[in-house]
DNA sequence: CTTGCAACCGGACCACCGGTCCCCATAGTA
DNA sequence: TACTATGGGGACCGGTGGTCCGGTTGCAAG
């Protein structure tokens, strides 16, 4: 890749940030991201392919530590513990994740849409608690419980709660369900 | 309401349900709604305000049976019955509704958007399961509970898990996670 | 049956969106 | 310096949800 064009990378992901941040999910539209970043619209579609790959990448940039804490044992995170222990942990860590990001995450959902399941962060999540909540609860359906669980994280579910309690709220209520569910 | 608005209303919902069956969720703008019930795309926003209120008021005509059902006694769905069995029925409901109305199910979501927890039917349905959970475990969150329990009932997540195994599997997973919910 | 008006209808019209395309500019190299 | 592949820009396209207003029509009163 040429000099320019990861300078123009960096410059569209630092845009669509800002943009989210500012206006909501809703109005960020790819005129927009190109105009605040100083490039043409032409060079977004390059870049990312799509509107989809635009938010994907960016989820992913913001997962990448998340995603690296997981897998590197020690802390309740990582391997090691016992699974109720660290699927509590992952949940709470999302919870931040999606405080952080609530515009990003409102995005992301919108513009995969269907394709929900194939995108890679999601994937990643999606593995990780569903191993989890199998070796815990070996006769569930732990796939779809685990789709379940990710389902409390929707952009829409997490501002409602937060809305009224803050992130301690969501935390709590989700550790409940995990409670609940691998108990 | 003047008959001939009595008879596009009703044309529009019936164009809307063909539509949705033969083409997807995806697929049904409104101006293919309007040309199919034969009328002007003015009368569909006159009648049903927007996309949201279309999909809405089409959702709220399939789920009257069902709301009815849960409020009169008899059978392990109405009042009467201990909660778990309640819950268990209800969910069984509701996949069924569900699978019978995926592509209206998806078209709801999209077009609802944020305003999902607004939604009338989607309302009385949280107000249902919450109230259940809340009755058989006090100790819970149950109005979170509820919205990440109807989670389980999002278009593209139910379409997933039917897609290998059918309304059969859904049902089984959704009481799995239900009995573990409230045991 | 006629008449009058309020309610209703249709579709042209609008702003905007995601996505494409192709000609031009430029970075990197020999 | 000169050459070329890669990247950039923005006009353009089909289609969308939503608005608006001039013409039409149901319907009840007389």
Redesign the pocket.
């Known amino acids: 890749?040429?000099?320019?064009?990861a300078r123009?990378r960096e410059a569209i992901l630092r845009a669509t940030e800002e943009l989210l941040e500012a206006h909501g999910a809703e109005?960020v539209?790819?005129?927009?991201v190109a105009a605040a970043a100083?490039?043409?619209?032409?060079?977004v579609?390059?870049?990312f392919g799509?509107?989809?790959g635009l938010f994907q990448e960016l989820l992913a940039e913001r997962a990448t530590a998340l995603g690296a804490a997981v897998e590197t044992a020690g802390s309740p995170l990582g391997p090691g513990a016992p699974p109720l222990e660290r699927l509590l942990a992952f949940v709470g860590e999302l919870a931040d994740l999606a405080e952080r990001n609530l515009a990003l995450f409102a995005a992301h959902e919108r513009a995969c849409a269907e394709d929900k399941y194939r995108d890679p962060t999601y994937l990643r999540w999606h593995a990780h608690v569903s191993a989890l909540i199998a070796e815990a609860r070996p006769g569930m359906d732990a796939g779809f419980a685990a789709h379940a669980l990710l389902g409390s994280f929707d952009a829409d579910l997490a501002r409602h709660v937060m809305a009224d309690g803050g992130v301690e709220r969501l935390k709590s209520s989700v550790r409940g369900l995990v409670r609940a569910l691998l108990t």
């Open positions: 890749m040429r000099a320019d064009a123009n109005h539209s790819l005129d927009r100083g490039v043409g619209k032409g060079t579609f390059r870049r799509s509107r989809t």
